[in-house]
């Protein structure tokens, strides 16, 4: 599973990284440490958080999160499989996106809850990214 550092987990859940040690610190996530003394979040975990803190709503105080040209980077928080079609959920910051796609697409891009992704929205479309 995917681990992110405090920095990237601040960016996918639209706060500062301050905020994102914080929470951690106040037991609000779970973090260990790597090899070289960096705190990681498993993807997972941080899936839940996003979640939880896109279901809230951030704080003025603690939102930074902007879009530039409709794109949304974010944390896969669901993948729901069908035959042909698929669901996937993103918590981008304070915005939950679900686009419907191909189950081929899904396997292709190899998503899974706890990955980074980007939602690129045209029009009615959203396209989803693996970053």
Known sequence: MQSYTIG???QLLGVSPDTARRWADAGRV???????????IEGQALA???????QQGADDEEASYTT??????????GVK?????AQVEIQAGPHR??????????????LEVGMRATARI???NVH???T
């Open 97 to 110: 996106l679900v686009s419907l796609l191909t189950r081929e697409a899904v396997e292709e891009l190899g």
């Open 81 to 85: 499989l069908g035959d042909v079609a």
């Open 122 to 124: 045209k029009s009615t």
């Open 48 to 54: 839940a958080l996003a979640v939880e803190v896109g």
């Open 8 to 10: 990237q987990a601040a």
């Open 68 to 77: 530039a040209r409709n794109a949304f980077p974010g944390i896969v928080t």
């Open 30 to 40: 779970a973090t260990h440490r790597d090899d070289n003394g960096r705190r990681l």
């Open 128 to 130: 989803i990214d693996r």
